[in-house]
DNA sequence: TATTGTTATACTCTATAACTATA
DNA sequence: TATAGTTATAGAGTATAACAATA
């Protein structure tokens, strides 16, 4: 999606340092600098074995201990299906447990074990001192502006989408 | 990766409105935020029948009359071998064409069609306007400020990511 | 009837490796 | 030797549909 600089080696005349229409889109921004952040994540979590989905699923299983799966999935915004092997990775790598819920025979309980706490901790913190050093050019002030930013964009995003939806249901019918 | 509000239907004390770790951290921030867009912008893309690779491909070919299969691949930053199917598809519809380039008879030369660049315009056009919705609510200096501050994140982790892998390499040897 | 966990399936995206024809 | 395009393949990520057990 990118359109990088850097000219492949060999090419005289490459299309290096240009400019594309797709610099002027947000969409297209945001999805550089999630890759360049996400690249160092993804360095910074395979020392502890780690994806980036395992990784937020660990960790919101520990804020909320005896949650089910499926309520996990919707914390994740992934299919109830596709919960299932990353429940059974954190569960076989004894990170988790997976414990009948008291009052519902269908549903598990997730739970963090000792082990998984203590590998989420020091994930957590290797990504926060990954992310002070990607940000250090950053004071607090411009850190909050920029969240807050993405807050209202996301916010701004999914009323659009509804919007659009909408649209399509009354052309629908 | 996106810790939703809304609670699943039946859930009682369900995780709703929690606030978790990952609250604090950019990578997640940004993945919520592309996720909302990029929702928009399939919804935008889906009436041409792009997706946003095959949309990027057209636009840099647009831009970029005449070059390589290699230097579409490097300016998209995906695989040469990936690269085959997305022209496939964009040559098939007839919206590009693929000429033997004049001084390498390896190479192909990629043309973009009438048709191609009419698509493009028009997909160009009705991504701009929706998010020009989703931003409407931000001034223009408000604007520069975030693509502003995502090029300069975009660039600092990425020299982080250099900086890892010397780290690496000083290791080994 | 609806929900939970599960399985199967499929499509996209990404990454690697090997092949051919050219340079 | 190296590069351009191609093919095959495999791993993630994501989405849908169906099933058994349970509510």
């Given at each position: 999606?990118?359109?990088?600089t850097e000219a492949p080696a060999g090419t005289e005349d490459a299309i290096a340092a240009e400019a594309t229409a797709l610099d002027m889109f947000l969409g297209y921004n945001?999805?550089?600098t999630?890759?360049?952040?996400?690249a160092n994540l993804a360095v910074t979590l395979r020392q502890f074995?780690?994806?980036m989905v395992t990784y937020s699923a660990l960790t919101v299983i520990v804020e909320n201990e005896g949650l089910r799966q499926a309520e996990l999935a919707a914390a994740l915004k992934i299919d109830r299906g596709n919960a299932v092997a990353i429940v059974d990775e954190l569960e076989q790598r004894k990170l988790?447990?997976?414990d009948r819920h008291p009052d519902d025979r269908r549903s598990y309980a997730l739970r963090v074990s000792e082990e998984g706490r203590?590998?989420?901790r020091r994930a957590l913190k290797a990504d926060r001192?990954?992310?002070a050093r990607i940000l250090s050019g950053f004071d607090a002030e411009r850190?909050?502006?920029?969240?807050a930013d993405l807050k209202e964009i996301e916010k701004a995003a999914f009323e659009e989408l509804d919007k659009r939806s909408q649209r399509q249901d009354t052309k629908v019918f």
């Open positions: 999606m990118t359109v990088e945001l999805k550089r999630f890759n360049a952040i996400h074995d780690l994806r988790i447990t997976r203590k590998l989420c001192e990954c992310e850190l909050h502006k920029l969240f």
